[in-house]
């Protein structure tokens, strides 16, 4: 079982940046794939970013926040990043941390392939 706590989330401004972080714990984070959803009020979860195990050769991203959000991973602080700048009202949501353990082969923005989750970090856009 793997253990997850976001931070980072807040109350912005269009155009403003933040800093999602997440800290994992249970499993040797190096053989985590990692990602992040969100799910606004009234809309299904989304995938808005995930990144493979190990060095993190493999990123992904939503068509939405392409080229604004960045996904990175720390294996020594056993932390996974979500930078997101040029903010807008659409990104309000819960962020949500999910992690893989399985090392399965499904791709980065299937739900069903994590099956780890945190309690998820608000970020509110406002405009």
């Known amino acids: 079982q793997v253990q997850l706590v976001e931070s980072g989330g807040g109350l912005v401004q269009v155009g403003a940046s933040l800093r999602l972080s997440c800290v994992a714990s249970?499993?040797?984070?190096?053989?985590?794939?990692m990602a992040w959803f969100r799910q606004a009020p009234g809309k299904e979860r989304e995938f808005v970013s995930g990144i493979s195990y190990y060095q993190g050769s493999t990123t992904q991203y939503s068509e939405s926040v392409k080229g604004r959000f960045t996904i990175s991973r720390d294996n020594a602080k056993s932390t996974v990043n979500l930078q997101m700048n040029s903010l807008k009202p659409e990104d309000t949501a819960v962020y949500y941390c999910a992690a893989d353990d399985q090392f399965t082969s499904a791709p980065l923005d299937v739900s069903n392939r994590y099956d780890n989750w945190g309690q998820g970090t608000q970020v509110t856009v406002s405009s």
């Open positions: 249970g499993r040797p984070f190096g053989t985590l794939a």
